[in-house]
Every structure is written in C-alpha cells, then in structure tokens.
T-cell receptor, first 111, second 115 residues
C-alpha cells in the first residue's frame, strides 16, 4: 500500500501543554483520514477522523487539520492530561476503505 | 453495543507449528479486516472481507496464512507453519460499510509469540 510518514516517533510534554503530531502521505486518491489512540495491551481506538472535503475538524481538546494539496495532516491535542499518554497512529484510506497506518507516536504527558 | 471480540488473547507456539485466531465482529457489520501489528509499528492490513467474500488479500502471505469468513459473520485467521517473524499482535476490525470510509472498530488483538 501507499506509505504514510508520521513524526515525531516520541513526544514528551508537560501536563497542560499542547501536542502536535504530523503525517504525510503519497496516495492522491486518499479521501478519509482517521486518527487512532492505542493504549498498552488494547486495540486501536478511533479518536477523530476527517474527510477530504474538510480542512479542519475539532472535538473538544482534539483537532485535526488536512492539507490535500501538500498531502499532509496533523493532530493537535490541547491541555494535555496524563490519561492522554498512549501511542497515536495516523492513517488514510481511499474509496476501498483499506487503511494504511503511520509508524506511530508515543506521547508521554508528565504530571 | 458489544465490541469486536477476539480469542485467544495470547498464544505461544514453536516455529513450524500451526495456530488459529478467531474474531467476532460488531453485530451487523458487513466488512471485516485482519491486521498484523509488529512491535513498535503501525497495523498492516492482511485481508479484507465484505460479507463472506474476499475484497483484498494482496498483502496476505498465502503460502502460510489463510483466512475465512464462511457465513459472513465470524472469521478465523490461520498460520501454518509459523515462522519467528510472525510474532506480532493480530488485530481484527469491522465496519458497517465498504466505500466512503466507514469507521473501523478494532478488537483487543491476539498476541502471538513464536519461539
């Protein structure tokens, strides 16, 4: 499948600070961009998603932006809390709904 | 609403042995996916079913991996014979739609260790 690059691989922030994770992709046919959070020993859980006809979407402390021209999208978490500590994965899919995942970002929120 | 169920949660086998994993998707979900997640990496799609038919299995190592969803509900993924590099978490996911980006819901996974 098409690659997706995710940065950074690890991110450490103080509680209350913001965290930003960035991804770039190459498949111009991609039209769906979900973000997943994975806690230790659990399966990935969808936290927010965005479709290609939208540039930005927000849900409480979480926001995602999409730049289709530049083929990159980002996850923003504001007012981070210790329970936000987990591994976050960006992903994208085309019309067939087959997801391609990034390599993951381990977020650590220090109290 | 019950989530995606998987069993077993953990499995340890020796190389060249066979192993099978089971998945029960969310009720009513027509599409089922199997992913392989190697430690420290993102999940990689192995196979996608729509009801009881295979939509895509291009990344399934067919010489040793097989999967079926005979009645369009539960699914099994089998590895025979296993290799050391098959050690990973095997995730099952389901969604209600195929086209248009239906949300995929993941199960807890089966952690396979091949010795």
């Amino acid at each position: 499948g098409e690659n997706v690059e995710q940065h950074p691989s690890t991110l450490s922030v103080q509680e209350g600070d913001s965290a930003v994770i960035k991804c770039t992709y190459s498949d111009s046919a991609s039209n769906y961009f979900p973000w997943y959070k994975q806690e230790l020993g659990k399966g990935p859980q969808l936290i927010i998603d965005i479709r290609s006809n939208v540039g930005e979407k927000k849900d409480q402390r979480i926001a995602v932006t999409l730049n289709k021209t530049a083929k990159h999208f980002s996850l923003h978490i504001t007012e981070t809390q210790p329970e936000d500590s987990a591994v976050y994965f960006c992903s994208h899919a085309n019309a067939g709904n087959m997801l391609t995942f990034g390599g993951g970002t381990r977020l650590m929120v220090k109290p | 609403e019950a989530g995606v169920a998987q069993s077993p949660r953990y499995k340890i086998i020796e190389k060249r042995q066979s192993v099978a994993f089971w998945c029960n998707p969310i009720s009513g979900h027509a599409t089922l996916y199997w992913y392989q997640q190697i430690l420290g990496q993102g999940p990689k799609l192995l196979i996608q079913f729509q009801n009881n038919g295979v939509v895509d299995d291009s990344q399934l190592p067919k010489d040793r991996f097989s999967a079926e969803r005979l009645k369009g509900v539960d699914s099994t993924l089998k590895i025979q014979p296993a290799k050391l590099e098959d050690s990973a978490v095997y995730l099952c996911a389901s969604s209600s739609g195929l086209a248009g980006g239906g949300v995929q819901f993941f199960g807890p996974g089966t952690r396979l260790t091949v010795l």
